[in-house]
């Protein structure tokens, strides 16, 4: 798809064309998804998120002027939906989630669940916008373009996060890497 | 390749995710041949690509996940009918929202309009009406017979005269309705109200017209209650009219058209020659409303004004106590018959009689007056004759304004008052001396036509005169137009004169000359000596010596003009006169008097002074440099000083926000901190 032909979709969808915002919808929730879950690590709460923002987005539309910046009003109201998700279970927090669960599966499924539960208490520990580069990239491997336009950031700009955060997780994954090499 | 090794964990993350350019990679991978630390990176950052792979990956959406959020955004937002979502999506247009706002603001106005009842039409028709219920309210005595019989009247008229008009809304002081009701009938209604004046105004002009018109019909309709009311109609009138005579006569022929005579009439002669008189007219109360707009065609109708009195109760009351009278008249007259016996009784019983008489009289007289007064209205009408064209008379007014120039003021000022005779009035005299010793007189005097050439000519012979003007104006009395047989009178001269020292006066002519010689002193003595020759006056002179040894004397003289040629001449005799510069002053619209009129000389007298100047040389120059140094510092200074001042109070105020802002966040991130580390442990 050309940028042109994208940014008719686009500008479709606001305009009300449902056909043309299901189009959006399929392109762009595995996207969305992948933010959500980045923030959350929960794939229910984040699979409904993602149906959330669409349909606020449906509903608030009129408010992009810009169709080009489409992607990342979408991205941004995902993101806040999930904040304000996180923000509401506070009271049940979620490393506490993770450890007593891992601890379980702990005994029972060996060491691809100690690496799954390490790599995610590495995942849970970096700065949200971090995570979100991470889980975007890993789950559906789109090139850096691609990623920084849903995500509204500036050209080149991603390399340095997902490098941080990657860095950031090697470190402290450190042991349990030499363990696999 | 410092920078590759400070960056590895980028080019580590971009070379696994394949974004790395050909150059950026074959660096990277010359590095990590050379370099231990980061291949041992690289090896780490590769095991762990392999297990976020491994472990995230398999967390991502399934396969149907689009499918699914497609269906459930169907569910969740349902398809509108196409006009519902037409609208809803038109509302969302910045414009449509506006506009919306408008006619919304509009419709509020708007409805706030006709709850305060801010329209035009109808309520004046109220507010007339309810006057007249104010009116009623305010003379007790009348109000409640009146009520009572304009509900009769409303009843007996209810079924024939449909109302014209919507009943008005009832004032909410109104015990009841009915005043009102009767009011909707308003000529017949004063009619029939007791000691009620209903003044119908000119420039009333819609009352006026229905006045009559509605007024046929509910006499007609309504015989009986009108018959027993006894009405005095009186009806005055000023009219402006083109002769008065005729006019007289007109009315005449009116009055016996309208079965009625013309009383009195009376006129008077004006000093314009017109004549203003007053005609008074007894018609049929029922042909005064015709015969009113009858009137309106004599003339121009300047006011009018209809009233109407009810003396119903005063007529009847009368009646009876007439009645009483007689039947008193009557046993005194039985008593004087049958039972007189006492002389002294006899005697009282006649003065009873007579004063019962005397009553009886006046009684019938009033009753007599008041049946002609309601058999006839009275119609009083005042007529002027307009303006006519040709003047009775004209008047020659003249005004003289002199202007005069003295050596002595005060002098001249007290000739002139010496002039003072019969003839020669001085209304006004002032003299005026202000704050810098100016003295300035002026006068005022009336002249008998007769006298009054002679007198100017000797007053403009006291001084010098600087301008003389004469207005003359003929006044025409009694008309505007131009009278052929008209007398001409001359009134008296109004003359004012002015008089200013002559030290005041503009000069004619400036001169202003240079003149260079050896010795100014010397020579500036000698220049007043020359002026003093040619009768002039030394205004002012100055004189100086700059740094440079020059000398000035700035000498300003004034001689009259018949010498100035003779003055001009006798400078050269001073020195080289340079730079003459003469500047006329023409004053085309005053008499001047050439000869004496003043031309004022400015002569500067110098001398070369020092051909090498005190203020050169290498130590002046030096001395100049320091100071002009020394001022664009303090100049600098001053403005780093404003500077300050403007900015100071904004640096300040900035920095208190920006202290308070930071303040706040830091205690934000210490709580999100807080609440990370209580959570984190467990």
Same mark, same amino acid.
């Given at each position: 798809m050309t940028d042109a032909s994208e940014h008719e979709i686009y500008r479709a969808a606001i305009r009300g064309d449902r056909d043309a915002f299901e189009t959006v919808i399929r392109s762009f929730s595995r996207n969305l998804f992948a933010i959500a879950y980045?923030?959350?690590?929960?794939?229910?709460?984040?699979?409904?998120?993602?149906?959330?923002?669409?349909?606020? %987005?449906?509903?608030?539309?009129?408010?992009? *002027?810009?169709?080009?910046?489409?992607?990342?009003?979408? $991205?941004?109201? !995902?993101?806040?939906? %999930?904040?304000?998700?996180a923000r509401r279970r *506070?009271?049940?927090?979620?490393?506490?989630?993770?450890? $007593?669960?891992? !601890?379980?599966?702990?005994?029972?499924?060996?060491?691809k669940a100690d690496l799954d539960g390490e790599v995610r208490s590495a995942l849970a520990q970096l700065p949200e916008l971090h995570r979100i580069a991470v889980t975007l990239r890993y789950f559906e491997e789109q090139d850096y373009g691609t990623i920084e336009q849903t995500l509204g950031l500036t050209n080149g700009a991603l390399r340095g996060i997902l490098g941080r955060a990657l860095g950031l997780m090697r470190k402290r994954l450190k042991p349990v890497l030499a363990s696999i090499g | 390749m410092a920078t590759i090794h400070e960056q590895i964990d980028e080019l580590l993350a971009a070379d696994l995710h394949d974004e790395l350019s050909a150059a950026e990679r074959d660096g990277f991978h010359a590095h990590l041949v050379e370099c231990a630390e980061c291949r041992q990176a690289f090896q780490e950052e590769k095991n762990m690509h392999k297990l976020l792979n491994e472990t995230i990956a398999d967390k991502k959406a399934d396969p149907g996940f689009e499918q699914r959020m497609v269906s459930r955004f169907r569910d969740r937002v349902p398809k509108r009918s196409g006009l519902i979502s037409v609208v809803a999506d038109l509302l969302r247009v910045r414009a449509v929202q506006l506009t919306a706002v408008a006619a919304l603001l509009l419709a509020l106005a708007q409805m706030g309009k006709m709850i305060t009842g801010e329209s035009v039409t109808p309520s004046k028709r109220n507010e007339y009406i309810s006057d007249i219920v104010e009116a009623d309210r305010d003379k007790p005595g009348a109000s409640r017979e009146s009520g009572l019989l304009s509900k009769t009247d409303g009843r007996s008229k209810g079924a024939d005269l449909p109302a014209q008009n919507p009943p008005p809304p009832a004032p909410a002081q109104d015990k009841s309705n009915t005043p009102v009701e009767g009011l909707r009938q308003l000529p017949s209604f004063v009619g029939n109200t007791k000691t009620k004046k209903a003044e119908v105004q000119d420039e009333n002009a819609v009352n006026e017209k229905e006045a009559p018109a509605a007024q046929g019909p509910s006499e007609q309709a309504t015989p009986s209650p009108l018959a027993n009311r006894k009405l005095v109609r009186n009806a005055t009138a000023e009219l402006e009219v083109v002769s008065f005579d005729e006019s007289v006569q007109k009315i005449t022929g009116f009055a016996t058209e309208e079965k009625g005579y013309v009383a009195t009439t009376s006129s008077e002669k004006q000093a314009n020659g017109k004549l203003r008189g007053e005609v008074v007219v007894k018609v049929l109360p029922d042909n005064l409303d015709r015969f009113l707009q009858k009137l309106r065609g004599i003339g121009e109708l300047k006011n009018q004004a209809l009233t109407t009195e009810d003396v119903t109760k005063a007529y009847f009351d009368t009646e009876s106590r007439l009645k009483n009278a007689r039947l008193m008249e009557q046993r005194l007259i039985e008593i004087l018959k049958t039972k007189s016996k006492d002389v002294a009784d006899l005697l009282a019983v006649e003065k009873e009689l007579g004063r019962v008489r005397e009553e009886i009289e006046t009684m019938q007289g009033e009753l007599k007056l008041m049946d002609s007064q309601v058999a006839f209205a009275t119609m009083?009408?005042?007529?002027?004759?307009?303006?006519?064209?040709?003047?009775?008379?004209f008047l020659l007014k003249e005004k003289a304004q002199l202007s005069l120039y003295a050596t002595e003021v005060e002098k001249t000022y007290n000739e002139i008052k010496a002039l003072a005779s019969p003839k020669v009035q001085i209304t006004t005299a002032q003299i005026d001396r202000?704050?810098?010793?100016?003295?300035s007189a002026r006068l005022s005097l009336l002249l008998a036509p007769e006298e009054s050439d002679a007198v100017i000519n000797k007053v403009k012979g006291m001084a010098r005169v600087e301008n003389f003007q004469v207005q003359t104006e003929r006044v025409s009395q009694g008309g505007d137009g131009l009278g052929e047989n008209a007398k001409t009178e001359r009134d008296k001269v109004e003359l004012n004169v002015t008089i200013s020292r002559d030290e005041q006066e503009q000069s004619l002519q400036q001169t202003t000359l240079r003149v260079r010689t050896s010795d100014v002193n010397e020579k500036t003595k000698q220049l007043r000596t020359i002026a003093e020759q040619q009768n002039g006056r030394i205004r002012s002179s100055s004189f100086s010596r700059d740094p440079n040894g020059r000398e000035y004397a700035n000498v300003s003289l004034r001689v009259p003009m018949k010498n100035y040629n003779a003055l001009m001449q006798s400078l050269n005799a001073l020195g080289k006169v340079e730079n003459v510069s003469v500047h006329r002053d023409d004053r085309p619209n005053a008499q001047i008097d050439e000869e004496n009129a003043p031309a004022d000389v400015s002569i500067q007298v110098y001398s070369q002074g020092n051909i090498v100047s005190e203020e050169t040389?290498?130590?002046?120059?030096?001395?100049?440099?320091?100071?002009?140094?020394?001022?664009?510092?303090?100049?600098?200074?001053?403005?780093?000083?404003?500077?300050?001042?403007?900015?100071?109070?904004?640096?300040?105020?900035?920095?208190?926000?920006s202290w308070v802002m930071r303040r706040v966040s830091r205690a934000r991130a210490?709580?999100?901190?807080r609440a990370e580390e209580e959570a984190g442990p467990q």
């Amino acid at each position: 798809m050309t940028d042109a032909s994208e940014h008719e979709i686009y500008r479709a969808a606001i305009r009300g064309d449902r056909d043309a915002f299901e189009t959006v919808i399929r392109s762009f929730s595995r996207n969305l998804f992948a933010i959500a879950y980045g923030i959350l690590q929960n794939r229910e709460e984040a699979e409904d998120v993602v149906q959330d923002t669409f349909v606020k %987005a449906w509903k608030s539309r009129w408010r992009v *002027r810009d169709a080009a910046k489409f992607p990342a009003w979408l $991205s941004t109201i !995902a993101r806040h939906r %999930a904040r304000d998700l996180a923000r509401r279970r *506070r009271p049940e927090p979620l490393p506490e989630d993770f450890e $007593s669960s891992e !601890a379980v599966e702990f005994e029972s499924a060996g060491q691809k669940a100690d690496l799954d539960g390490e790599v995610r208490s590495a995942l849970a520990q970096l700065p949200e916008l971090h995570r979100i580069a991470v889980t975007l990239r890993y789950f559906e491997e789109q090139d850096y373009g691609t990623i920084e336009q849903t995500l509204g950031l500036t050209n080149g700009a991603l390399r340095g996060i997902l490098g941080r955060a990657l860095g950031l997780m090697r470190k402290r994954l450190k042991p349990v890497l030499a363990s696999i090499g | 390749m410092a920078t590759i090794h400070e960056q590895i964990d980028e080019l580590l993350a971009a070379d696994l995710h394949d974004e790395l350019s050909a150059a950026e990679r074959d660096g990277f991978h010359a590095h990590l041949v050379e370099c231990a630390e980061c291949r041992q990176a690289f090896q780490e950052e590769k095991n762990m690509h392999k297990l976020l792979n491994e472990t995230i990956a398999d967390k991502k959406a399934d396969p149907g996940f689009e499918q699914r959020m497609v269906s459930r955004f169907r569910d969740r937002v349902p398809k509108r009918s196409g006009l519902i979502s037409v609208v809803a999506d038109l509302l969302r247009v910045r414009a449509v929202q506006l506009t919306a706002v408008a006619a919304l603001l509009l419709a509020l106005a708007q409805m706030g309009k006709m709850i305060t009842g801010e329209s035009v039409t109808p309520s004046k028709r109220n507010e007339y009406i309810s006057d007249i219920v104010e009116a009623d309210r305010d003379k007790p005595g009348a109000s409640r017979e009146s009520g009572l019989l304009s509900k009769t009247d409303g009843r007996s008229k209810g079924a024939d005269l449909p109302a014209q008009n919507p009943p008005p809304p009832a004032p909410a002081q109104d015990k009841s309705n009915t005043p009102v009701e009767g009011l909707r009938q308003l000529p017949s209604f004063v009619g029939n109200t007791k000691t009620k004046k209903a003044e119908v105004q000119d420039e009333n002009a819609v009352n006026e017209k229905e006045a009559p018109a509605a007024q046929g019909p509910s006499e007609q309709a309504t015989p009986s209650p009108l018959a027993n009311r006894k009405l005095v109609r009186n009806a005055t009138a000023e009219l402006e009219v083109v002769s008065f005579d005729e006019s007289v006569q007109k009315i005449t022929g009116f009055a016996t058209e309208e079965k009625g005579y013309v009383a009195t009439t009376s006129s008077e002669k004006q000093a314009n020659g017109k004549l203003r008189g007053e005609v008074v007219v007894k018609v049929l109360p029922d042909n005064l409303d015709r015969f009113l707009q009858k009137l309106r065609g004599i003339g121009e109708l300047k006011n009018q004004a209809l009233t109407t009195e009810d003396v119903t109760k005063a007529y009847f009351d009368t009646e009876s106590r007439l009645k009483n009278a007689r039947l008193m008249e009557q046993r005194l007259i039985e008593i004087l018959k049958t039972k007189s016996k006492d002389v002294a009784d006899l005697l009282a019983v006649e003065k009873e009689l007579g004063r019962v008489r005397e009553e009886i009289e006046t009684m019938q007289g009033e009753l007599k007056l008041m049946d002609s007064q309601v058999a006839f209205a009275t119609m009083t009408i005042t007529l002027a004759e307009k303006n006519m064209n040709i003047p009775a008379a004209f008047l020659l007014k003249e005004k003289a304004q002199l202007s005069l120039y003295a050596t002595e003021v005060e002098k001249t000022y007290n000739e002139i008052k010496a002039l003072a005779s019969p003839k020669v009035q001085i209304t006004t005299a002032q003299i005026d001396r202000d704050n810098t010793g100016r003295v300035s007189a002026r006068l005022s005097l009336l002249l008998a036509p007769e006298e009054s050439d002679a007198v100017i000519n000797k007053v403009k012979g006291m001084a010098r005169v600087e301008n003389f003007q004469v207005q003359t104006e003929r006044v025409s009395q009694g008309g505007d137009g131009l009278g052929e047989n008209a007398k001409t009178e001359r009134d008296k001269v109004e003359l004012n004169v002015t008089i200013s020292r002559d030290e005041q006066e503009q000069s004619l002519q400036q001169t202003t000359l240079r003149v260079r010689t050896s010795d100014v002193n010397e020579k500036t003595k000698q220049l007043r000596t020359i002026a003093e020759q040619q009768n002039g006056r030394i205004r002012s002179s100055s004189f100086s010596r700059d740094p440079n040894g020059r000398e000035y004397a700035n000498v300003s003289l004034r001689v009259p003009m018949k010498n100035y040629n003779a003055l001009m001449q006798s400078l050269n005799a001073l020195g080289k006169v340079e730079n003459v510069s003469v500047h006329r002053d023409d004053r085309p619209n005053a008499q001047i008097d050439e000869e004496n009129a003043p031309a004022d000389v400015s002569i500067q007298v110098y001398s070369q002074g020092n051909i090498v100047s005190e203020e050169t040389g290498i130590w002046a120059t030096l001395r100049r440099t320091i100071g002009q140094g020394a001022a664009a510092l303090m100049w600098s200074a001053r403005m780093i000083g404003v500077a300050l001042a403007f900015l100071a109070p904004w640096v300040l105020a900035i920095a208190g926000v920006s202290w308070v802002m930071r303040r706040v966040s830091r205690a934000r991130a210490a709580r999100k901190l807080r609440a990370e580390e209580e959570a984190g442990p467990q």
